[in-house]
Nanobody
Framework: VQLQASGGGLVQAGGSLRLSCAAS????????MGWFRQAPGKEREFVAS????????DYADSVKERFTISRDNANNTLYLQMNNLKPEDTALYYC???????????????WGQGTLVTVSS
């Protein structure tokens, strides 16, 4: 599975962005998907995940009520809608895929290259 994240950019605090992750090579329909982020000088952390059927989603406490993860299996694409962005959301955002992983980063087998989100105050 090859993953390509896009949609990052510069936004003011309180603004919104939607990240996309396009997959190729295999259908995503049987893979759980996740978003992770890495801020400068910090470790990569979990942001959100969604099961292959969209039946379950999970969020880091820091993004609950602000971010929404979704997927379109027919178009092999994962999304992350980010609202009410804060400067502390500034990071490189990565999408990932795995047949069984949920929150644990080390369990994900496939990773995209990352897209940069910068939130100015």
């Amino acid at each position: 599975v090859q993953l390509q994240a896009s949609g990052g950019g510069l936004v003011q605090a309180g603004g919104s962005l939607r990240l996309s992750c396009a997959a190729s090579g295999r259908t995503l329909s049987r893979y759980n998907m996740g978003w992770f982020r890495q801020a400068p000088g910090k470790e990569r952390e979990f942001v959100a995940s969604i099961t292959w059927s969209s039946s379950n989603t999970d969020y880091a406490d820091s993004v609950k009520e602000r971010f929404t993860i979704s997927r379109d299996n027919a178009n092999n694409t994962l999304y992350l809608q980010m609202n009410n962005l804060k400067p502390e959301d500034t990071a490189l955002y990565y999408c990932a895929a795995d047949r069984t992983a949920i929150r644990t980063m080390t369990e994900y087998d496939y990773w995209g290259q990352g897209t940069l989100v910068t939130v100015s105050s």
